[in-house]
């Protein structure tokens, strides 16, 4: 039988290539259901909402809303359900902003948040497999 890969484990190894990397890593608790497993603080002051599903689950409905509330508030938020392409995209982010001077991270965050889809469907907030630069 197949081993299913639980998603605390995935979170774990997110958490550490965060930490690695000197970023900070929050558990999410809020009152209200469906917000994302965690923010992840990265070390350019970006902040990125992800939630993490069993391989080949979907978020829920409430799960897909908060991500659609919270870029709509221009928060990056996304959900995966592969901890490398959570890496991956972390790592993007990390590259986009650190490359651009202090007058350009604005640019930069803006052009992470245009990368992601916004029509509120449960894949457009997928993190894309095999993530190139923003």
């Not at 259901?33 to 829920?60: C, H, S």
């Not at 986009?96 to 991270?105: G, Q």
Request: charged share 30%; with cysteine; proline share 5%.
């Amino acid at each position: 039988m197949k081993a299913v890969e639980r998603e605390s484990k995935t979170e774990g190894d997110v958490n550490d290539y965060v930490k690695s990397i000197g970023g900070l890593c929050l558990k999410s608790r809020p009152i209200e259901n469906g917000y994302p497993d965690r923010q992840y603080m990265l070390p350019d002051g970006l902040a990125v909402w992800i939630e993490f599903k069993r391989r080949g689950k979907k978020p829920t409905r409430i799960q897909t809303h908060r991500l659609s509330e919270l870029q709509e508030r221009q928060h990056i938020a996304v959900w995966t359900d592969n901890w490398g392409d959570a890496i991956d995209f972390l790592q993007a982010c990390v590259e986009t902003t650190r490359l651009s001077e202090a007058s350009d991270r604005a640019a930069a965050i803006t052009s992470i948040r245009r990368s992601l889809p916004r029509s509120g469907t449960r894949e457009d907030f997928r993190i894309p497999s095999r993530i190139q630069n923003p």
